[in-house]
């Protein structure tokens, strides 16, 4: 039985998300099949496009034009500058790519890049982002952001906070429900029936034994021990300084970091535009590439489809795993 199309949605039209959604066709045409929702008026039209009915036809028009499934916004496309007007617009099409997979019509979702403010000044989004979003769409309290790549995954336990307010946020509860959550998803979505899940510590050689803070010998240490004994695959805590050269990399399916920049430093060393924002914990699966609406080249013709291509890429598989 084949699959059902992946729901791209257009994200914020005046950034790169249309264009680098219209170069991801064209390299994608012949491999997967996946529809863009969006008002026909915004793209740049660099390849042929198809309107649907339904994001069924997508698969018999993939191979020849873009499939895309209209959503009419509130004003034109201005690429370089946010626009608030079209903010109730950008939120719609993100719930209904999320309805549309939990009714099974698409089989998961990419999202393009979103710009909070003009979503927060256009329509009052209450939200800090994407994820907290498509949480409360899907119907959950608690999500992890994993960034992955083919060199590897990384999830950040806390992620946009201030380094100052890391340790006390890093609590033993967290950490646990972050644990498991990554886990989970793992199994059911990419196939990996026993994760071997690393994880880093807060502090410089992971406290040192106390010389260098407690909080890895008081609080990650010990739920790591608890989960060991449920059956969970997991090292650490470990050095963060020594996780992820190429030896170290072998050893594990996905590394669990304290914070925002300890996970994305080495992905994003690794592998600059291959890296794909995941969300785990969805009733339905969801990527995205992890960059931002880039309004510096909208328009340009300039953006990097690469990361957009691995996020549709990943969802694909994550779906056949599944």
Request: glycine share 8%.
């Amino acid at each position: 039985m084949s699959l059902a199309p992946i729901a791209m949605t257009c994200g914020e039209p005046a950034g790169v998300g249309l264009e680098i959604a219209e170069k991801a066709w064209a390299v994608l045409k012949d491999e997967l099949s996946f529809f863009l929702i969006a008002d026909p008026r915004h793209l740049p039209a660099t390849v042929p496009h198809k309107l649907l009915q339904s994001p069924l036809e997508s698969s018999a028009v993939m191979a020849n034009a873009l499939p895309v499934l209209p959503h009419p916004f509130a004003a034109d496309r201005t690429p370089g500058a946010a626009q608030p007007d079209n903010a109730e617009g950008v939120i719609d099409v993100i719930a209904h790519a999320a309805d549309l997979a939990m009714s099974g019509e698409a089989c998961a979702v990419c999202t393009l890049p979103i710009h909070k403010k003009a979503l927060k000044d256009g329509a009052d989004f209450p939200y800090p982002g994407h994820t907290e979003y498509l949480a409360d769409l899907g119907g959950v309290d608690n999500v992890v952001m994993m960034l992955a790549s083919d060199m590897l995954r990384v999830v950040p336990t806390t992620i946009h906070i201030p380094l100052a307010d890391v340790p006390s946020t890093l609590t033993p509860e967290l950490l646990e429900e972050t644990i498991r959550i990554t886990a989970k998803g793992l199994q059911t979505q990419f196939g990996i029936p026993t994760p071997r899940i690393a994880v880093a510590g807060l502090n410089p050689h992971a406290g040192e034994g106390g010389a260098m803070g407690q909080e890895d010998a008081a609080v990650i240490a010990p739920i790591l021990d608890k989960l060991r004994r449920a059956g969970f695959d997991l090292t650490g805590p470990l050095p963060a300084d020594t996780m992820f050269h190429a030896a170290a990399r072998s050893r594990y399916d996905v590394a669990i970091c304290a914070y925002h920049d300890q996970a994305l430093i080495p992905i994003k060393t690794l592998d600059f535009d291959g890296g794909v924002n995941v969300t785990l914990g969805l009733p339905f699966i969801r990527t995205s590439p992890d960059h931002g609406t880039a309004f510096d080249i909208a328009g340009t013709g300039q953006a990097n489809p690469s990361s957009t291509i691995a996020a549709l890429r990943m969802a694909h598989r994550m779906v056949q795993s599944a």
